[in-house]
């Protein structure tokens, strides 16, 4: 199951990314691949929300039911922690290997434009389309924790060789995915803390070309390093949204001792 859920996955980025694949990434270009992407998540929705429940019951312990608001927006506030973090701990990893070589981003305007266009699709197709293709799909069917742990591990591997110049990152990003899912049993926090990680990405670019800061990066790996006033946003965003979901959890928690 993991390899075919990856096979199609990588079938459905492959296709989506058709339109700029020659590297000529034009706006109409793009909005065809929204609109591809579109289509390919109406797919995948209908096969893991009808398809795969019929041929593995198993898969309805997985909700596809959205979080509320409140909860969805804790989440988000998590995501630019785990962008920060994600980057020093990539960078530590490949230290070990070879040097890293850093260098400081500098973003035009007209650079930053065109990288605002992409970041649509990055921000609110992708990770839906990503997280249905190598979470949802192979991991819903199976009934014991320890090997939905494993695939989880498998899927998250595959993922990173998919992002071969963020290998790392990468797997280490979709591990966290399919644990958050796992543990939820809901693809939609993975989906909201994939989507808040790249949204974290696109503001890190416009606090550059603002000028507000120093962003280091790598290009080979991607290497994101922020500076000590984005660590302290972060650090506080992530306590906020903490103190969110905690309070969510004691209000459910009590309705739940109610209904009892």
């Not at 109409?28 to 992407?37: A, E, I, N, P, Y």
């Not at 429940?53 to 804790?74: H, N, R, Y």
């Not at 993975?190 to 974290?200: E, S």
């Amino acid at each position: 199951m993991p390899i075919l859920a990856a096979v199609y996955g990588l079938m459905m980025i492959y296709m989506t990314a058709l339109p700029m694949a020659d590297g000529n990434e034009t706006p109409g270009r793009q909005v065809l691949t929204w609109l591809l992407t579109l289509v390919a998540i109406a797919l995948t929705y209908l096969l893991v929300h009808r398809g795969e429940p019929k041929v593995f019951p198993e898969a309805k312990q997985f909700s596809l039911k959205l979080p509320k608001p409140t909860i969805g927006f804790g989440l988000l506030l998590l995501a630019p922690l785990w962008c920060v973090a994600e980057g020093y701990v990539v960078y530590g990893l490949t230290s070990l290997i070879h040097n890293v070589q850093l260098e400081q981003i500098t973003y035009t305007p007209e650079e930053l434009h065109e990288d605002l266009l992409t970041s649509v699709h990055a921000v609110l197709l992708a990770p839906v389309l990503e997280e249905l293709c190598y979470r949802q799909l192979p991991i819903s069917p199976l009934l014991r924790r320890r090997t939905q742990v494993i695939v989880c591990l498998v899927m998250a591997l595959l993922f990173g060789i998919l992002h071969v110049r963020n290998f790392l990152g990468a797997s280490l990003a979709a591990m966290l995915y399919g644990l958050v899912f796992i543990w939820t049993r809901n693809i939609w926090y993975a989906v909201i803390l994939h989507a808040g990680h790249n949204l974290t990405a696109t503001l890190l670019a416009i606090y550059c070309m603002l000028g507000l800061g120093e962003i280091r990066m790598s290009k080979m790996p991607v290497i994101i390093l922020s500076d000590a006033k984005i660590v302290v946003a972060a650090v506080v965003l992530a306590i906020i949204g903490l103190i969110i979901l905690l309070r969510k959890s004691r209000d459910i928690m009590r309705k739940n001792e109610t209904k009892i």
